[in-house]
């Protein structure tokens, strides 16, 4: 039976902007028909199963373009450090003691936060081990992701999370011939090194290639964050990290590179020419105290910038309203008031986002044809009484005043995971539960 569902607007990123009293009519997992008007007062009701969201507004699903579910189990564990200390002494300990349940339970516990937050598509890195778990957990919960393990062969601050870079290769391809493009489209594959530091010429160059044998695989790295790393990249590369991806060839239209934020002006050009794109983690670029990505010069140059948590421990949250306003606060007494506009950054937050994935002709807005991730938001709330109906307002009431507790219902692929703000792909006490426990088994295994 065909889905309808009934709200009041629908911000569509597309032409018209917006479009009021409507019924988005979903067949399957794509939206088959946008009724309006009479043609939504004369529908025969048997048709359908209709759900009344009438006090809502829906809008294209966020999609995250950098995440470390392996992370999640994490949060508060690491505080106060910047990032290759935090790297070296918490979060590579961390990692290296997850066994299969504690990664599944991390991912879980992520997944169901992003959801809860209106998030239905990620970029995933994974850890060194145990990444069929993390997929397991995608699956299970309906999710949609681009996921890949981390891939080290190098790691010289410890050295218990590496592995040989013909078995890095290995297993990563293994994993994509399994995974990219399955379930439905669902679960895409993203080979994942780490970052220059932790990876030899020999992984990189290996990892490139075995995206150009998959249709739509991406290429997912981290990229100039912090100038500690900066300087340990010069002292062994003798060259920028921009600069040094384009010297052994990875950096192109498929390669999304988070964070970006120490670009020379040569990097610039070259992110441009190879239409390379940022994944902006505006949250976790302050808590490390990495700095401040020139975004609106990135955008000035046409390159592609979405939006991203990071990871539980240098956030604290997967929460996207938080990225969106904070990546328009931090830019203004930079660059003035005027940067970064509402509706741009609500861009960011989802139709740049699946451009950036490859993915826009899918998700990303909601059109007739794409794939049915709807997100129903309900401003209607002491905290963000919308009132009015132009478009200014309400970009504005989702970019600085929302968040996850407006998130009424979402749905991935044409089925809801979270409705009327219950989950229903997911268990989330006994999430919270087995996640706590896990959690306290890991503590005890770190070394």
């Given at each position: 039976m065909l889905k309808l569902?009934?709200?009041?607007?629908?911000?569509t990123n597309s032409n018209p902007e917006i479009m009021e009293n409507v019924g988005i009519?979903?067949?399957?997992?794509?939206?088959?028909?946008?009724?309006?008007?009479?043609?939504?007062?004369?529908?025969?009701?048997?048709?359908y199963k209709i759900f009344d969201a009438r006090n809502c507004i829906a809008i294209p699903?966020?999609?995250?373009?950098?995440?470390?579910?392996?992370?999640?189990?994490?949060?508060?564990?690491?505080?106060?450090?910047?990032?290759?200390?935090?790297l070296k002494f918490k979060i590579f300990p961390l990692e290296a003691a997850h066994n299969e349940k504690s990664i599944f339970y991390s991912a879980m516990l992520g997944?169901?936060?992003?959801?809860?937050?209106?998030?239905?598509?990620?970029?995933?890195?994974?850890?060194?081990?145990?990444?069929?778990?993390?997929?397991?957990?995608?699956?299970?919960?309906?999710?949609?992701?681009?996921?890949?393990?981390?891939?080290?062969?190098?790691?010289?601050?410890?050295?218990?999370?590496?592995?040989?870079?013909?078995?890095?290769?290995?297993?990563?391809?293994?994993?994509?011939?399994?995974?990219?493009?399955?379930?439905?489209?669902?679960?895409?594959?993203?080979?994942?090194?780490?970052?220059?530091?932790?990876?030899?010429?020999?992984?990189?160059?290996?990892?490139?290639?075995?995206?150009?044998d998959f249709d739509g695989m991406l290429f997912h790295t981290h990229a100039s964050e912090n100038k500690s790393e900066l300087e340990a990249v010069r002292k062994r590369c003798k060259m920028d990290n921009i600069e040094y991806l384009d010297h052994i060839g990875v950096l192109s239209n498929n390669s999304v590179l988070a964070h970006c934020i120490h670009l020379n002006e040569k990097e610039i050009q070259m992110m441009r020419e190879?239409?390379?794109?940022?994944?902006?983690?505006?949250?976790?670029?302050?808590?490390?105290?990495?700095?401040?990505?020139?975004?609106?010069?990135?955008?000035?140059?046409?390159?592609?910038?979405?939006?991203?948590?990071?990871?539980?421990?240098?956030?604290n949250n997967l929460n996207m309203f938080q990225e969106m306003r904070l990546a328009g606060l931090i830019q203004k007494p930079i660059?003035?008031?005027?940067?970064?506009p509402v509706k741009r950054i609500f861009q960011m937050a989802t139709i740049d986002g699946a451009r950036?994935?490859?993915?826009?002709?899918?998700?990303?807005?909601?059109?007739?044809?794409k794939k049915a991730d709807i997100v129903?938001?309900?401003?209607?709330n002491i905290s963000n009484p919308l009132i009015q109906n132009d478009a200014e307002e309400i970009y504005s009431t989702i970019v600085y005043s929302a968040s996850p507790e407006n998130v009424h219902s979402v749905m991935i692929d044409g089925e809801w995971v979270y409705r009327n703000q219950e989950f229903i792909t997911i268990d989330e006490e006994m999430i919270l539960n087995r996640s706590k426990q896990e959690l306290t088994k890991l503590l005890k295994r770190v070394k």
């Open positions: 569902i009934l709200v009041d607007k629908i911000l009519v979903i067949d399957d997992n794509y939206i088959k028909k946008i009724l309006k008007g009479r043609e939504l007062k004369l529908i025969n009701k048997s048709k699903g966020f999609i995250q373009t950098h995440i470390h579910l392996c992370q999640t189990l994490f949060r508060g564990m690491a505080e106060d450090m910047e990032l290759l200390d935090w997944i169901a936060e992003l959801i809860k937050g209106g998030t239905t598509t990620i970029l995933d890195m994974g850890s060194v081990n145990h990444h069929e778990e993390i997929i397991r957990a995608i699956v299970e919960t309906g999710f949609r992701a681009f996921t890949g393990k981390a891939m080290m062969d190098l790691n010289g601050a410890y050295s218990k999370l590496k592995e040989p870079t013909k078995s890095a290769l290995k297993s990563t391809r293994e994993l994509a011939e399994k995974y990219h493009n399955s379930y439905n489209g669902r679960v895409k594959y993203a080979p994942a090194p780490r970052f220059i530091l932790s990876c030899t010429d020999e992984c990189m160059i290996e990892a490139y290639k075995i995206t150009q190879r239409n390379a794109k940022v994944a902006h983690c505006p949250s976790s670029n302050l808590k490390l105290g990495s700095g401040i990505a020139n975004i609106p010069r990135y955008m000035q140059e046409n390159i592609s910038v979405s939006l991203g948590a990071d990871g539980a421990p240098c956030n660059h003035g008031p005027k940067a970064m950036a994935l490859g993915i826009e002709s899918e998700v990303g807005s909601i059109e007739v044809g129903l938001l309900n401003l209607q």
